[in-house]
């Protein structure tokens, strides 16, 4: 328990640290920087590519590594939506008594972004994912070796939500890092196998205009 907490303590700390340093840090860019989504634009050139890496640790001290890419739809220059795929592993995920051994989890998602002031180098965000995976496979294993290993498929509610900072390095390419909430199978039963909890996340964005 008092790692678990301080890990989430870690978490915090770092978050703060961004989001204090934007006083010195985020400054307006200049024109070469600036955002170029305008109403003109044709709609295939307000797309954008996302990449990027999570870290997921749960709340039963278990592991996850996962990559996502999505593609996005850039609205306004404030805010964008999209959809994406991801692909999530943990080689022991320990939940209701059981030892879930190579477990592997593929959402599919819409991906919702808001950069409040995204004429800044850097600039915070806010980000929600909303999907479901459509596979969650493990091996399910009793450590007391009284029944049998066997094989289970489940599926269900997956979400994301959180926060973080982007830096642009160009008015085409942007690199961000985020911290929020995963919960790869949300539901009212705590019967259910559900990996929750504190991911850290960094990623690239790619503008196509």
């Known amino acids: 328990m008092i790692k678990h907490l301080q890990y989430y303590f870690r978490i915090s700390l770092l978050l703060v640290f961004f ?7 985020a ?6 920087f600036a ?27 278990s592991r996850f590594d996962g990559g996502y890419a999505f593609v996005d739809y850039n609205a306004t220059a404030h805010f964008a939506m999209g959809l994406g795929i991801g692909y999530d592993y943990s080689t022991l995920h320990i939940d209701n008594g059981y030892n879930l051994r ?39 294993e009793d450590p007391t070796h009284v029944e049998s290993t066997r094989n289970v498929t489940d599926r269900g ?20 890092t985020s911290a929020g909430f995963t919960g790869m199978h949300m ?23």
């Open 19 to 25: 989001f204090s340093s934007l006083s010195c840090l």
């Open 27 to 32: 400054v307006p860019v200049k024109s070469q």
């Open 35 to 61: 955002d170029s989504t305008k109403t003109d634009l044709p709609w295939y050139k307000k797309l954008s590519v996302i990449g990027e890496y999570q870290y997921f640790k749960t709340c039963h001290h």
């Open 102 to 140: 190579h477990v592997k989890v593929l959402p599919v998602l819409a991906d919702f972004r808001y950069v409040p002031f995204s004429d800044w180098i850097v600039c915070p965000f806010v980000v929600a994912d909303l999907g479901y995976s459509t596979f969650i496979k493990y091996e399910q």
């Open 157 to 176: 509610l997956y979400t994301f939500g959180g926060g973080g900072v982007l830096v642009k390095l160009s008015h085409k390419v942007a690199i961000y």
């Open 187 to 209: 539901s009212f039963s705590n019967l259910d196998v559900n990996p929750r909890g504190l991911s850290n996340k960094i990623g690239v964005k790619v503008n196509l205009q």
